[in-house]
């Protein structure tokens, strides 16, 4: 039987992804006559991952499902354009001469605005250019390919194959919040990770208690909408906003601090969230974030007595955290596919680190680290100290 592979976090389009393979473009106007930015690196991070990836199709006899596990590509911080110029040169280096049994993207909060596109044309758009009435679908799919995911050739998902090399068009699908596979008889489920967050489920976690999966993901989806869709296709307000996002983590580094989305809640007065040092970004699972999993988990308990098809023993897998990661808990195997973004503190050895994750029947599962170029990493580091620093904050009204 062949491998399962995972990846997740590239977040394609932001200017600090080491994952982007053309760093020529995001280099902005008003930088490009700078001596360090005249000339950008080449950026090989595709095709090492296509080579990782040819090796895990030899050594297995193929891979069977090549799972991208949320925020591929990042509408909160970059212009929809730029996110698909990028992800259509990742996808191609990254599958070229590579045949997966299947590619299932789930998507998380920074690529959310995808499956919300994708519904609103299934279960709306379509039915009323038939002459029909919207569907009253559930907001999410199911969990596998013959439970509920959405294949690729499906009129709601049929756009996203326009990012994709022609030869895995087919083998395309898209499932949402979670995915299950299956390898050597042992039972995986990915999940991006965003409804561990509670600064991303709070809604229906804190606020009012959803009763199930598409219960949290109704409550939550206007809210991850605004903050990872809206705030990021606002043309110059886009820029300020990110620009006051950055500010805020510049000065935790320039302090020596590690401040993340959950610490700046707490400079507002902690209107949500709780004050953790590192919140989540961590590499191993603190007592809150474990926690948020188990509670998560119970919601799939649930679906599972309710007749969706969940097993009831799986391995966890998933992003978000951007920290490698291998653990047990609640019983379970725990996995993290690490992430390919220069924010973290600077300098750090494990920050030059990302990952995949490698199923194979038969043997251990593991998180396989894959190295980041320093010199990619170094000109992402800059060019996004730089656009900070070119990009002055002003809320002000014009004039």
């Known amino acids: 039987m062949s491998a399962v592979v995972a990846l997740s976090d590239l977040h394609l389009g932001e200017d600090s992804s080491a994952a982007n393979p053309l760093l020529d473009y995001v280099v902005p106007a008003y930088l490009k006559d700078r001596p360090e930015f005249r000339y950008p690196p080449r950026n090989n991070t595709p095709i090492k991952l296509n080579t990782l990836l040819r090796k895990t199709a030899r050594r297995y006899g193929g891979i069977a499902d090549l799972v991208l596990v949320g925020d591929i590509m990042d509408f909160a911080l970059a212009p929809y354009r730029d996110c698909v110029m990028q992800a259509r040169e990742f996808f191609r280096q990254l599958l070229e001469g590579i045949l997966p049994g299947a590619l299932v993207w789930v998507p998380g909060n920074h690529d959310h605005h995808l499956w919300v596109q994708v519904y609103e044309s299934e279960y709306i758009e379509v039915p009323l250019r038939q002459g029909r009435l919207p569907i009253d679908a559930p907001c999410i799919t199911g969990p596998g390919r013959s439970t509920g995911a959405l294949y690729g050739y499906s009129r709601g998902v049929a756009f996203l194959l326009g990012l994709l090399p022609d030869h895995v068009r087919d083998r395309f699908w898209l499932a949402y919040p979670n995915y299950v596979a299956n390898c050597g008889g042992e039972n995986l489920l990915f999940h991006h990770g965003h409804f561990f967050d509670c600064v991303q489920s709070w809604i229906g976690t804190t606020l009012l208690e959803a009763a199930n999966l598409a219960e949290l993901e109704m409550f939550n989806a206007a809210y991850l909408d605004f903050v990872w869709y809206g705030s990021g296709q606002a043309g110059r307000l886009s820029e300020q906003l990110e620009n006051f996002y950055e500010e805020i983590r510049w000065l935790g580094e320039r302090s020596k601090l590690n401040l993340d989305f959950i610490t700046m809640q707490h400079l507002f007065k902690q209107m949500i969230g709780h004050n953790r040092r590192g919140g989540d970004r961590n590499s191993t699972l603190n007592p809150g974030l474990a926690n948020r999993i188990i509670n998560y988990l119970s919601y799939i308990e649930r679906e ?84 900070r620093e070119e990009i002055k904050i002003d809320f002000g009204a014009p004039g």
């Open 304 to 387: 599972r007595k309710t007749g969706v098809a969940y097993p009831a023993d799986f391995a966890l897998i998933f992003g978000h955290t951007h920290r490698p990661l291998e653990a047990r808990l609640a019983g379970r195997q725990v996995y993290n596919t690490g992430g390919w973004t220069v924010d973290e503190i600077w300098p750090g050895e494990e920050n030059l680190n990302s990952a995949i994750f490698i199923a194979a029947p038969g043997e251990r599962f593991e998180v396989q680290r894959v190295p980041i170029d320093r010199e990619i990493y170094n000109f992402c580091h800059r060019l996004n100290h730089a656009i």
